[in-house]
């Protein structure tokens, strides 16, 4: 289907010839887990948990490979309440790649990957301007309403965390 008048090319050819997008193998657990922990701004899981996601939410998530080395990825899962959502967990790209498109590219590609989904979910705290910019900019090249609502408050997630703020898009239209 062509795209719609006035919305932007989502080719994004910036991201460079060699990186490419595909959903994760159980090894690249580990790849995931080193990334998430060398942000020094994401709530870093075990490396337990990376792995086990890599195994049974691969559908629902995607790595990005530049020169086969894993240098993104989107974690990601289908709402158990609301199947037609996909809740995305976390993302995170290497220093070294960021400011290209890799993310955005990453998050085209895992939401047209996952069949009957129609809507996007994703929690930012109001300090990750990335974060804030990188689904801003997902909603308005889709053409979908983004609504912000507090999911998770300070005092529910302890240790000084910043609220967690759900961002809510859709309709998505493919
Ligand atoms: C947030 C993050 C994933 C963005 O990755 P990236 O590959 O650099 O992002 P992209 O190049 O695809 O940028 C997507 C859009 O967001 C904007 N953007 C990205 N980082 C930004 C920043 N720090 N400040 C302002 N805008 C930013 C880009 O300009 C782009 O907008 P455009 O479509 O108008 O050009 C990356 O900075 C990162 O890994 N941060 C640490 C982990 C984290 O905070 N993850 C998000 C929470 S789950």
Same mark, same amino acid.
Request: glycine share 10%; aromatic share 8%.
């Given at each position: 289907?062509?795209?719609?008048?006035?919305?932007?090319?989502?080719?994004?050819?910036?991201?460079? #010839?060699?990186?490419?997008?595909?959903?994760?193998?159980?090894?690249?657990?580990?790849?995931?887990?080193?990334?998430?922990?060398?942000?020094?701004?994401?709530?870093?899981?075990?490396?337990?948990?990376?792995? &086990?996601?890599?195994?049974?939410?691969?559908?629902?998530?995607?790595?990005?490979?530049?020169?086969?080395?894993?240098?993104?990825?989107?974690?990601?899962?289908?709402r158990? #309440?609301?199947?037609?959502? &996909?809740?995305?967990?976390?993302?995170?790209?290497?220093?070294?790649?960021?400011?290209?498109?890799?993310?955005?590219?990453?998050?085209d590609? &895992?939401?047209?990957?996952?069949?009957?989904?129609?809507?996007?979910?994703?929690?930012?705290?109001?300090?990750?301007?990335?974060?804030?910019? %990188?689904?801003?900019?997902?909603?308005?090249?889709?053409?979908?309403? &983004?609504?912000?609502? #507090?999911?998770?408050?300070? #005092?529910l %997630?302890?240790?000084?965390?910043e609220?967690?703020?759900?961002?809510?898009?859709?309709?998505?239209?493919?």
């Amino acid at each position: 289907m062509a795209a719609p008048a006035g919305s932007p090319d989502r080719a994004r050819p910036n991201i460079g #010839e060699q990186v490419t997008i595909g959903h994760p193998d159980v090894t690249d657990g580990v790849a995931c887990w080193r990334l998430a922990e060398a942000t020094g701004t994401l709530d870093v899981n075990s490396r337990y948990a990376y792995l &086990l996601w890599c195994r049974d939410f691969a559908a629902t998530s995607v790595v990005a490979r530049r020169d086969g080395e894993v240098v993104g990825f989107v974690t990601g899962f289908r709402r158990p #309440e609301e199947p037609s959502t &996909l809740v995305v967990w976390q993302v995170a790209v290497d220093a070294a790649a960021r400011g290209r498109g890799v993310a955005a590219a990453m998050l085209d590609a &895992l939401f047209d990957r996952v069949a009957d989904v129609d809507h996007l979910e994703a929690t930012v705290t109001p300090d990750n301007t990335g974060s804030i910019a %990188l689904f801003s900019r997902f909603a308005a090249r889709r053409g979908a309403q &983004l609504s912000r609502s #507090e999911l998770f408050g300070a #005092e529910l %997630l302890g240790s000084g965390h910043e609220p967690e703020i759900l961002f809510r898009i859709g309709p998505v239209h493919r």
